[in-house]
Structure formats: C-alpha cells, structure tokens
C-alpha cells in the first residue's frame, strides 16, 4: 500500500536560516512525488512536483526538493526561509494514472524573527 | 483562469442531518475528486469523478456519496451526518486521467461543522 511519512510534525526555523522538510515513500512503482503547501483556512497550493527525469527539481517561492529512490525519499529544501513561508507543508505520492494523492500527516513550520 | 471553487465555504449542521457541498473545477478540467480533512486522520481522499462517472473511491462509509454533472461540476452528499464528519472538505481538478495530467488543483475547501 502506498505510504508518505513526514517525521517532523513541526519545525521552527528562523528568518533567512535555510530549511529542509524531510518525506519518505512507500510505494510500489514509480512514484509521482508532490509538495504542497496549506495557509491556515485555505487549500493546497502546489509547490512542486516529480514525474520523471532530474531527480532536483524547483518549484515556485524558491523552494525545491530532491528525489532519491534509494532512500525513498523526497525532501524539500528552500535556502533562505522568508516569515511568509510558515505554513503547514504535504509530501503526497499518486500513481502515474490515478487520480488519489496519497498525504503524509504535514509539517508545521514555524518562522521566528 | 478561475480556480476551483467551493460553495459554501463554512457550513454548521446538526447529527443526523445530511449536506451536499459543491465544486466547480478549473475551466476545461474534466476529473474533480474529493478530500476530507481532520486533524486526527489528516487528508484522506473520497472519490474521483470524470466524465460524471465515479472513477475512483476511498474507504469511506456509503453515507458520503458525489456526483458529477455534463459541465463538470461536482457535488458531494453526506447524509445521517455524525460529529465524526466535521471537516475541511476540499476538491481538486485536473484535466483529464493521462499521466501528465497528474497534477491537481485545490480550491479553498468547505469548512463544515457538524454539532
């Protein structure tokens, strides 16, 4: 059965520190990997997604992750976090032509100045 | 391009009563599903529905039911509501079921309390 682990259920960084949000699969073929972002109230916002090809890849607000078979892991980076950023963040997988998104449970970040 | 939209957006009912929600997918996109959620059980997918046909179901009980009509816009019904049911319910569309068609669009959601 498909899976996403998101081990940190919160994170505080501070403003312009870098930031890395950690997600593990599990999934038994190629996995459709996506990172979206949720404000408090509102829906999901993608922020970015892996289908195939360069396993690093950008998305908008200067975030980006990394896709890594080996470890089942695709972890979401952002060098310079800004205060705007704090937000709950989804690790999802889907299959290559189904519709269900499977989430991990988030991460909380939290910016402090 | 409008988004998804999601009418109404906060919503009270009372145990036992039932509630249809509606989405309007993205203009052009064909396939709308369906998500729940809680913060206990965190975001759990519902039903897909493309071309007005359930494509796609998640483990839910028969209580929560959709439908999709030729504009593609898509309701959900829950009826005998139970307080287990207070959510955020949210709707993504995309354009059709080929691969490249992966990614998903939310809307807003719609925030219901049942009491």
């Known amino acids: 059965a498909q899976s996403v682990t998101q081990p940190d259920i919160h994170i505080t960084v501070s403003e312009g520190a870098s930031l890395e949000l950690r997600c593990n699969y599990s999934y038994g073929a190629t996995p459709y990997l996506f990172w979206y972002v949720q404000s408090p109230g509102q829906g999901l916002q993608l922020l970015l997604k892996y289908f195939s090809g360069d396993t690093l890849v950008q998305g908008i607000k200067g975030f980006e992750a990394e896709f890594k078979r080996s470890q089942s892991s695709f972890n979401l980076r952002k060098p310079s976090v800004h205060w705007s950023d704090a937000a709950e963040y989804f690790c999802?997988?889907?299959?290559?032509?189904?519709?269900?998104?499977?989430f991990g449970a988030g991460t909380i970040l939290r910016v402090k100045s | 391009k409008a988004g998804v939209t999601q009418t109404p957006r906060y919503l009270i009912k009372t145990r036992g009563q039932q509630v249809t929600l509606s989405c309007s997918p993205i203009?052009?996109?064909?396939?709308v599903s369906w998500y729940q959620q809680t913060p206990g059980q965190g975001l759990q997918f519902l039903f897909e529905y493309f071309s007005e046909t359930q494509r796609n179901k998640g483990n839910f009980p028969g209580r929560f039911s959709g439908r999709q009509f030729s504009n593609s816009r898509s309701e959900m019904n829950v009826s005998t509501l139970e307080l287990g049911d207070s959510a955020l319910y949210l709707c993504?569309?995309?354009?059709?079921?080929?691969?490249?068609?992966?990614?998903?669009?939310f809307g807003p959601g719609t925030r219901l309390t049942v009491l």
């Open positions: 203009s052009g996109h064909r396939s």
């Open positions: 993504a569309s995309r354009p059709g079921l080929a691969s490249s068609y992966n990614e998903q669009f």
């Open positions: 999802a997988v889907g299959a290559q032509y189904g519709n269900k998104l499977v």
